[in-house]
């Protein structure tokens, strides 16, 4: 026994696969890019995203105590941050839940002048 397979790829002198050019043009399409994402519309902050950016730097700060001075990663407080906004009371919604939508009024007004 011992040949080559009937269904083995083709392979350059160093042993690796050969690329086919015409199937593999190295160029990666995607339907939009990025001169189109930039031109998009701005979002409004959610009230999730509000809370997160009032409430960072805290975060940042207790955990880095916490850690000995370590700066924490961003999973890190991302994770902290969910914690604390799963935990928040109605109110503390509320008032994020409110500054979203003056943020959103304020992103439509300045969207229907332009």
Avoid: H
Avoid at 5 to 30: E, F, V, Y
């Amino acid at each position: 026994g011992g040949g080559g397979s009937l269904t083995s790829k083709p392979k350059t002198t160093d042993g690796k696969l050969k690329q086919d050019p015409k199937t593999n043009t190295g160029a990666k399409t995607n339907s939009t890019s990025r001169s189109n994402a930039t031109k998009s519309t701005k979002r409004a902050p959610s009230a999730y995203m509000l809370f997160c950016s009032d409430n960072r730097l805290e975060i940042v700060e207790e955990l880095m105590v916490a850690s000995g001075g370590t700066k924490p990663g961003l999973g890190t407080v991302t994770k902290e941050l969910a914690k604390k906004w799963s935990e928040c009371k109605d109110e503390t919604r509320l008032k994020y839940t409110e500054m979203a939508a003056e943020e959103k009024l304020k992103l439509l007004k300045t969207s229907e002048t332009a």
